[in-house]
């Protein structure tokens, strides 16, 4: 049996032991940690044109480095995504779940003061929670796939943008499910899970 201990031995061989793994960082997975050091030593010891003296260290204002507009955006793509999956989960117990209401406002909505409950395919509760834990499964479980997809070929910037793209059309074919024709002749049922696992996948990037 292999032990933590020889795994990280191995590991250590591999990347070297004055290097270490820089995975969130651009350029090479492997950084060295002695290069590093000796840049540091030379900022600090080493003489050069405009070098700020101790004093200056000591007593001018720090100044926090400009943000980029790619990590602006990379929030608010995460925010959107979240939203959206949470927003798709939410439904999939009424709309998945209970029958389309005969005397409803043709969107899943019961008539005001009945005592029917909003739904539209009527697949079950056994369905809605199959459909609803697989799609859950996929969103926590293809980031690691994609992950390495994007380390290893895409970069991660381009899969987000196709992810976007992605999370998309699978709303724009989860709001086409919800068309009252489809509702009221029964066929929205393969769009919407169509749909579903479609966003899984881009959410998953």
């Known amino acids: 049996m292999v032990t933590a201990e020889a795994r990280t031995a191995d590991a250590q061989f591999i990347v070297g ?4 793994l820089a995975i969130d960082q651009p350029g090479a997975l492997a950084h060295s940690d002695k290069k590093g050091e000796e840049v540091d030593h030379a900022l600090i010891h080493d003489h050069y044109e405009g070098k700020p003296t101790d004093e200056e260290l000591n007593s001018l204002r720090k100044v926090a480095g400009k943000i980029p507009m790619n990590a602006y955006f990379l929030c608010f793509v995460e925010f959107c995504e979240r939203g ?5 989960v939410g439904i999939i117990s009424n709309f998945v779940n209970r029958k389309f209401p005969t005397d ?3 969107y899943g909505a019961p ?16 369905k809605a929670t199959a459909i609803s834990q697989s799609f859950k499964a996929l969103v926590y479980c293809l980031p690691v796939l994609f992950g390495y ?10 899969l987000i943008v196709w992810g ?3 999370c998309g059309i699978a709303h724009i074919l989860m709001l086409s499910s919800g068309a009252p024709s489809l509702l009221s002749a029964g066929h929205s049922a393969a769009p919407f899970i169509i749909s579903l696992y479609v966003l899984a996948i881009g959410a998953g990037k």
């Open 164 to 166: 976007v793209w992605i």
């Open 17 to 20: 032991r004055d290097n270490h």
């Open 104 to 106: 409803g406002n043709g």
């Open 84 to 88: 959206s999956y949470y927003s798709s």
């Open 111 to 126: 008539k005001r003061g009945s005592e029917q409950k909003p739904g539209a395919l009527g697949m079950g509760t056994v």
């Open 149 to 158: 997809i994007s380390d290893q070929y895409t970069g991660r910037y381009k």
